[in-house]
């Protein structure tokens, strides 16, 4: 069984494939790219991973890299609306073209009911997938610890931690947990036309500052501000465009867009998912 997964050299598709590689036979990965000659990918080909261009502008290109592939994990990309529906519907008729049995798609947080503002765009790919008639799975991520660590950082450098997201919890998880739990999705049966909600544990801001001192030993304060002081902070320290989602995602934390209420990452790992403090353990090693 050949398996695809597309966005194999960045920071997600890299850790699928590599828990991949620990399950099944590397000559049954196909790892897909935009480019064939970076480092990462040659990295994989050292590996004896067959790599294909995926670009999911040039539905050519992925017709001929889903070719004899029966499982495609598909990326979610970066764009606006109608870039993605577009980049979305590419591989959905490359895969009807060639026969590709199962789509594993990475979403979001409850995309099918949630106002949640990075919630739409996934609705409509994961629409676009279930209309297709190919049997899916949606693989819907929470909230990367990783996502926190410009902040952890400019914390750690004398800074506090400033949030206007009052009380509201986030169901924080780790990457490589994310990455596991698909490909042990991607690696077995069973799974056809689900909608997996992948998240870990459940922290306020303040929660999240307590374990991050706990770790590194800090007195990191917390400061509680509203969306117009939280969005004035950011002025002149990130792009506009960036400082508005900034404000949007502390408003959805608030308003508790993001608080994990199921188990089913434990489920597909086998195991507990990893701690918020063990997590920034990891990564601040």
């Not at 990455?179 to 992948?198: I, M, R």
Request: hydrophobic content about 40%.
């Amino acid at each position: 069984m050949k398996i695809l997964v597309t966005g194999a050299t960045g920071q997600l598709g890299g850790k699928i494939v590599e828990f991949l590689a620990k399950k099944v036979p590397t000559t049954d990965i196909i790892a897909g790219t935009t480019n064939l000659a970076s480092e990462k990918a040659q990295a994989l080909t050292a590996q004896g991973i067959e790599v294909r261009k995926t670009d999911f502008e040039d539905q050519a290109s992925l017709v001929e890299a889903f070719t004899g592939v029966e499982k495609v994990f598909i990326i979610s990309t970066f764009g606006d609306e109608e870039a993605s529906a577009r980049q979305q519907t590419n591989a959905v008729e490359a895969a009807k073209q060639v026969g590709v049995k199962q789509m594993v798609y990475s979403s979001a947080p409850k995309a099918d009911v949630s106002d949640f503002f990075l919630a739409g765009p996934h609705r409509v790919r994961e629409n676009i997938i279930k209309e297709s008639g190919i049997p899916y799975v949606l693989v819907r991520n929470n909230w990367y610890v990783e996502n926190e660590l410009g902040t952890v950082q400019a914390s750690l450098n004398g800074g506090s931690w400033v949030t206007s997201a009052g009380e509201g919890k986030v169901g924080w998880v780790l990457r490589a947990d994310l990455a596991e739990a698909t490909a042990n999705v991607l690696a077995s049966e069973g799974h056809d036309n689900k909608a997996y909600e992948l998240g870990g544990e459940n922290l306020t801001q303040a929660e999240f500052v307590a374990a991050l001192n706990e770790v590194t030993g800090k007195g990191i304060q917390v400061i509680h501000v509203d969306d117009a002081a939280f969005g004035e902070m950011l002025k002149g320290n990130v792009p506009e465009q960036l400082a508005g989602m900034l404000v949007m995602t502390q408003m959805s934390i608030r308003e508790g867009k993001l608080v994990n209420d199921s188990a089913d990452l434990e489920r597909l790992l086998g195991r507990k998912p990893t701690t918020v403090k063990e997590a920034l353990q990891q990564l601040l090693a």
